[in-house]
């Protein structure tokens, strides 16, 4: 349980993207709780990352919503120069988190389908890493971190194309990590697992049936639990971790299957 806010971010300006709900969510109020100044970004969801913003503000923090297709690579770009014009030439943390999470079955799905998850889990995460690691490389580096999945690992039915894109941004941290490492820009991918939500017992009451009989810790994730990580892998405490993958999952990758 967070032990309430140790200003690991003081100083820091970070862009989370996808951040109207869930992990995104979690994500910005807690960066901003640790220090930072947050760019919260959506595609459509205005009003839900305005909340964001406003409770960020509230708490006396400075944050500011911006829009973007992130499937445009000159949005992305777009976005980060908006970014630093708002934070005065700073961008020390970035968090690709927007994804879409469609559920749809390898046999029938089409080219198109396959497009629109790979385009937004994956070509935006190339894009917004290189616009924003162009910004960092000049301005004494700073961390990107990939919100992935454990399904990158573990492919689930239905998930073809969300487990590919998952599995290669967790190849493209590293491979970034390697290239962007000499200056001074760290990269990492944070996986999680089964993250509650509101309505998801009642949506999928026998998936959550088998995630609770599996799962050593006995509960679903919390969206804080990925925010948390990824507070730390922005941090000074993991000034020497770069291109790992960090599992948030309660222990269920540990689990043998067979």
């Given amino acids: 349980m967070n032990s309430g806010p140790l200003n690991l971010l003081g100083g820091q300006t970070a862009l989370v993207t996808g951040a109207g709900g869930g992990i995104g969510r979690a994500i910005a109020l807690r960066f901003a709780e640790e220090g930072a100044a947050v ?16 409770r960020i503000r509230e708490s006396g923090g400075e944050a500011v919503v911006l829009r973007a297709d992130l499937t445009d ?11 630093t014009d708002w934070s005065g030439g700073r ?32 070509t935006s995460v190339f894009a917004c890493t290189q616009a924003a690691a162009a910004h960092m490389r000049g301005h004494g580096g700073g961390t990107i971190t990939h ?7 573990h492919p689930a039915p239905g998930h073809a194309h ?3 894109a998952k599995a290669a941004a967790v190849m493209h941290a590293r491979a970034a990590a390697l290239e962007y490492g000499p200056d001074g820009i760290r990269v990492n991918s944070v996986s999680p697992g089964l993250i509650d939500r509101e309505g998801l017992a009642e949506a999928w009451p026998e998936g959550v ?4 009989a599996a799962v050593p810790t006995g ?18 405490l993991a000034r020497w971790i770069t291109g790992h993958d960090l599992t948030v999952d309660g222990g269920i990758s540990a689990r043998p299957t067979w």
């Fill in 162 to 164: 969300y487990g590919a």
């Fill in 91 to 122: 961008l020390t943390a970035l968090v690709n988190n927007a994804a879409v999470q469609p559920v749809q079955p390898l046999p029938g799905m089409t080219a198109a389908e396959w497009r629109t998850v790979v385009d937004t889990d994956l």
């Fill in 219 to 236: 509960r679903l994730g919390r969206p804080e639990d990925v925010a948390d990580a990824c507070v730390f892998l922005a941090s000074p």
């Fill in 39 to 54: 760019a919260v970004h959506c595609r459509t969801a205005v009003d839900a990352v305005g909340e964001v913003a406003a």
């Fill in 147 to 153: 919100i992935a999945s454990i399904e990158a690992a």
């Fill in 209 to 212: 049936r088998r995630w609770l």
């Fill in 73 to 83: 690579e000159e949005a992305c770009r777009r976005l980060v120069r908006e970014v």
